[in-house]
């Protein structure tokens, strides 16, 4: 694949898989402020896809659409990292995961905005304003749950600890990312570890959580090469209409 | 008959956002241009939020409010620079604070209760009832209000 069109994907997948995740809360949230601001949060993100993706189509020049893409591929052809792809499990959970992934998506977007690529840098800052917002949010939810009661502590803990070892993917780049890097159109992702890590250590102090000094990092994602097997039930789940209904308008 | 760039922003200003009908789409800023390009008109527009479903809707009102004055017209999308609420115009934000949705503030939060005008007022959630809101408490009147983002 050329490298435009597969780092665009890594970009709109992370949104498209992270997008529908959060939306599988909808109807569900423990109280309805929370379940308003997720539905939001999912929609901001499945609007950064149309954008990712509409590009990624646009590059590979081949008449696709971002619906084709997200909706007419299998899961060895998406290039999310692994992080976005895990179940929700409980609200704690998935606060703790958009709080990661949220940290990262503000440094990287903020990294594009300077791309040298005019179409990326726009849609950067266009998602950029909708991130922050997502990245504040998330983090004061963290910092509420940990620092709650006993039991929301607990889980909180139980979900830095599972879900740690899954940022690692999003640091180290490969031969696609070094391109990128060197064409001035993608930020080195080694390089936004340590303000990243910054971030991440306040916020857990303050949610008076513990962070693992381990570097243990699952990858596979970005590469599509090993992805977890619960990507593939999600996509049977978000791909049934179009696929049952190839071509359908409404 | 041909409609000149006067009329045409005046045809806008008459189209209501589809979610806050009280105030235009030129109230809300999301215009950014009206041209005529070799004999076409393009009205550009710029998204609120970028998944926000009343962008689908904006276009279509901007299509039939034009077409029953009889100019059929283009519409781009333009992303850059991003839509911000500085693009509100101040008779916008005066009629969204009389509708009872206070108005953006550059601090990042409703200057006072569009009810009631006490500067008591609290945050209960960063998220509202559409992409653009956040709901918040007036702490004197009591009564919850939208506030709209500042972006
Ligand atoms: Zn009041």
Same mark, same amino acid.
């Given at each position: 694949m050329p490298d435009l069109f597969e780092w665009l994907c890594r970009m709109g997948d992370n949104t498209l898989v992270l997008g529908h995740r959060v939306?599988?809360?909808?109807?569900?949230?423990?109280?309805?402020?929370?379940?308003?601001? =997720?539905?939001?949060?999912?929609?901001? =993100?499945?609007?950064q896809t149309q954008m990712w993706l509409g590009l990624a189509a646009e590059v590979q020049g081949e008449g696709r659409s971002a619906?084709? =893409?997200?909706?007419?591929?299998?899961?060895?052809?998406?290039?999310?990292?692994?992080?976005?792809?895990?179940?929700?499990?409980?609200?704690?959970?998935?606060?703790?995961?958009?709080?990661?992934?949220?940290?990262?998506?503000?440094?990287?977007?903020?990294?594009?905005?300077?791309?040298?690529?005019?179409?990326?840098?726009?849609?950067?800052?266009?998602?950029?304003?909708?991130?922050?917002?997502?990245?504040?949010?998330?983090?004061?939810?963290?910092?509420g749950l940990g620092d709650g009661t006993a039991e929301s502590h607990d889980r909180m803990q139980a979900a830095l600890d599972r879900l740690w070892p899954y940022m690692g993917e999003l640091f180290q780049p490969d031969a696609v990312d070094d391109r990128m890097t060197r064409q001035g159109i993608a930020p080195d992702l080694a390089a936004l570890r340590s303000g990243f890590d910054a971030?991440?250590?306040?916020?857990?102090?303050?949610?008076? =959580?513990?962070?693992?000094?381990?570097?243990?990092?699952?990858?596979?994602?970005?590469?599509?090469s090993r992805h977890t097997e619960h990507l593939g039930h999600m996509l049977a789940v978000m791909q049934v209409l179009p696929r049952s209904y190839p071509d359908a308008r409404w | 008959m041909t409609a000149t760039i006067q009329q045409m922003w005046e045809w806008l200003g008459q189209v209501p956002d589809p979610e806050i009908p009280v105030i235009s789409l030129v109230d809300l800023?999301?215009?950014?241009?009206?041209?005529?390009?070799?004999?076409?008109?393009?009205?550009?527009?710029?998204?609120?939020?970028?998944?926000?479903?009343?962008?689908?809707?904006?276009?279509?009102?901007?299509?039939t409010a034009l077409s029953?004055?009889?100019?059929?017209?283009?519409?781009?999308?333009?992303?850059?620079?991003?839509?911000?609420?500085?693009?509100?115009?101040d008779s916008g934000k005066a009629k969204l604070e009389a509708y009872g949705i206070a108005p953006p503030q550059p601090s990042g939060g409703p200057q006072r209760c569009p009810h009631c005008a006490s500067t008591d007022v609290e945050k209960i959630s960063q998220f509202g009832s559409t992409p653009c809101k956040a709901q918040w408490r007036c702490r004197d009147c009591l009564e919850p209000f939208d506030y709209f983002k500042c972006i």
């Open positions: 939306s599988e809360w909808c109807g569900h949230a423990p109280v309805l402020e929370e379940d308003i601001a =997720l539905a939001n949060t999912a929609l901001d =993100l499945i609007g619906d084709d =893409l997200a909706f007419r591929r299998d899961a060895w052809d998406f290039r999310n990292c692994l992080l976005v792809e895990l179940p929700n499990r409980d609200f704690g959970h998935t606060l703790m995961r958009q709080f990661l992934f949220d940290s990262w998506h503000k440094l990287m977007l903020t990294g594009l905005c300077e791309s040298q690529d005019d179409r990326i840098a726009a849609i950067a800052m266009k998602s950029l304003k909708e991130v922050s917002y997502h990245q504040e949010r998330s983090a004061d939810t963290v910092i971030i991440i250590a306040d916020t857990i102090q303050e949610a008076t =959580l513990v962070l693992t000094d381990s570097r243990f990092a699952h990858r596979g994602g970005r590469d599509g | 800023g999301v215009i950014r241009s009206v041209d005529q390009v070799g004999g076409e008109w393009v009205v550009t527009i710029s998204p609120t939020y970028t998944g926000c479903p009343a962008t689908r809707v904006i276009e279509m009102d901007i299509q029953a004055r009889g100019v059929a017209v283009k519409i781009r999308r333009q992303i850059a620079p991003p839509w911000t609420t500085d693009w509100m115009t």
